[in-house]
């Protein structure tokens, strides 16, 4: 990660919202849900919604869209998890979601660092890099694997 997430404000009703359903929004979904945080999904995969939707607040729709945006809660979420894999889709949510609601803490999903640069120009407070926890669980795997004696 490149910057780790403050606490969301004491005395703020938590509400977050997820674009994308896939395992990073999934894994999301159920920590909330166990913490009692509400929460709501966007997914443009209508199967996904139809498949995941019992139970789950779902919005079906291209979250780069203000009207899915809207229509999911962003105007009330106090966080907002870009987790769909595409990365484009993901920059351009996070400006999206930033202009819509200036005051909410935006965490996005990246594969590389210097998309993750740029999901912070766009507005993102937060991001996850890929090939940066790749490295991270690959040096821990290995370190200590060869030591000399």
Do not use: W
Request: contains cysteine; proline residues 5%.
């Amino acid at each position: 990660m490149m910057a780790a997430a403050a606490a969301v404000s004491v005395g703020v009703e938590a509400f977050v919202v997820i674009a994308g359903f896939g395992v990073p929004g999934r894994v999301l979904a159920e920590s909330l849900k166990r913490q009692g945080i509400r929460y709501s999904v966007i997914d443009s995969n209508p199967q996904t919604a139809e498949r995941c939707g019992a139970g789950e607040p779902i919005v079906t729709g291209d979250a780069r869209r203000p009207e899915v945006l809207k229509a999911a809660g962003i105007d009330k979420a106090t966080l907002f998890a870009a987790t769909v894999p595409d990365e484009n889709v993901v920059l351009q949510t996070v400006e999206e979601a930033r202009r819509l609601n200036p005051s909410v803490r935006i965490v996005a999903r990246c594969h590389y660092t210097s998309t993750g640069m740029r999901a912070r120009q766009r507005g993102a407070s937060d991001v996850v890099v890929s090939e940066q926890e790749v490295a991270k669980e690959l040096n821990r795997l290995v370190s200590g694997l060869f030591e000399k004696p």
